[in-house]
């Protein structure tokens, strides 16, 4: 897998670098991220508290309007990936703070949601490009559904690690460049994958 994630990178994209700019938008949109889910009240997250109010106020009616509020629909499939990300990577937060208020995060949330997004955004992108070769591959599908898994997994922790980096420099997900340091963390993080095949 690290070998693939590797020429991945380096064959399919030409380096970490040209992948990373590739990614501008999912840069973009981490910033969007960033910005709608700070503290106070903003207009964009007023927007979506009253329309998950309007929609009962549960959590499928919060996660359909902040995901609306972040990346709305233009027919493209890099918004429809990035807007799976993005109510992925706010459904993970609930699992793993299962007091959170999707409305009112504090920082840690912040910042999970945040890393989370990027790293499942990278992998649908994967599964765009390589998604029918790794099941065609696959033995069974269940060994197809292990091997997504596994994939995704590796992905997301890859670029955590990367967004620890910049969480422990005092970067946080309200920086004003955060568009600029996920584009850092995300050549990082091909730097990893591109390492496997050194």
Same mark, same amino acid.
């Given at each position: *897998? !690290?070998?693939?994630?590797?020429?991945?990178?380096?064959?399919?994209?030409?380096?970490?670098?040209? *992948? /990373? %700019?590739?990614?501008?938008?999912?840069?973009?949109?981490?910033?969007?991220?960033?910005?709608?889910?700070?503290?106070? /009240?903003?207009?964009?997250?007023?927007?979506?508290?009253?329309?998950?109010?309007?929609?009962?106020?549960?959590?499928?009616?919060?996660?359909?309007?902040?995901?609306? @509020?972040?990346?709305? @629909?233009?027919?493209?499939?890099?918004?429809?990936?990035? %807007?799976?990300?993005?109510?992925?990577?706010?459904?993970?937060?609930?699992?793993?703070?299962?007091?959170?208020?999707?409305?009112?995060?504090?920082?840690?949330?912040?910042?999970?949601?945040?890393?989370?997004?990027?790293?499942?955004?990278?992998?649908? %992108?994967?599964?765009?490009?390589?998604?029918?070769?790794?099941?065609? !591959?696959?033995?069974?599908?269940?060994?197809?559904?292990?091997?997504?898994?596994?994939?995704?997994?590796?992905?997301?922790?890859? @670029?955590?690690?990367?967004?620890?980096?910049?969480?422990?420099?005092?970067?946080?997900?309200?920086?004003?460049?955060?568009?600029?340091?996920?584009?850092? /963390?995300?050549?990082?993080?091909?730097? @990893?994958?591109?390492?496997?095949?050194?």
């Amino acid at each position: *897998m !690290h070998r693939a994630l590797g020429h991945y990178v380096r064959s399919g994209y030409g380096g970490g670098a040209t *992948m /990373a %700019r590739r990614l501008n938008g999912t840069s973009r949109t981490a910033a969007r991220l960033g910005a709608v889910l700070q503290p106070g /009240a903003q207009p964009d997250l007023v927007a979506a508290r009253d329309a998950a109010i309007a929609g009962g106020k549960n959590a499928q009616s919060v996660l359909d309007a902040i995901v609306e @509020v972040i990346r709305p @629909v233009d027919g493209t499939q890099d918004a429809e990936s990035s %807007r799976r990300a993005v109510r992925d990577a706010l459904s993970d937060v609930l699992e793993r703070y299962p007091e959170a208020d999707l409305l009112d995060l504090d920082d840690a949330q912040r910042q999970y949601v945040l890393e989370r997004f990027v790293g499942l955004d990278v992998y649908n %992108r994967f599964c765009l490009d390589l998604g029918k070769k790794l099941d065609e !591959h696959a033995s069974s599908p269940s060994a197809a559904s292990a091997r997504f898994a596994e994939v995704r997994e590796y992905i997301a922790a890859t @670029v955590a690690a990367e967004f620890d980096k910049l969480w422990a420099s005092g970067s946080t997900p309200a920086s004003p460049d955060l568009a600029r340091l996920t584009q850092g /963390a995300l050549r990082e993080a091909f730097k @990893v994958f591109e390492g496997y095949l050194e």
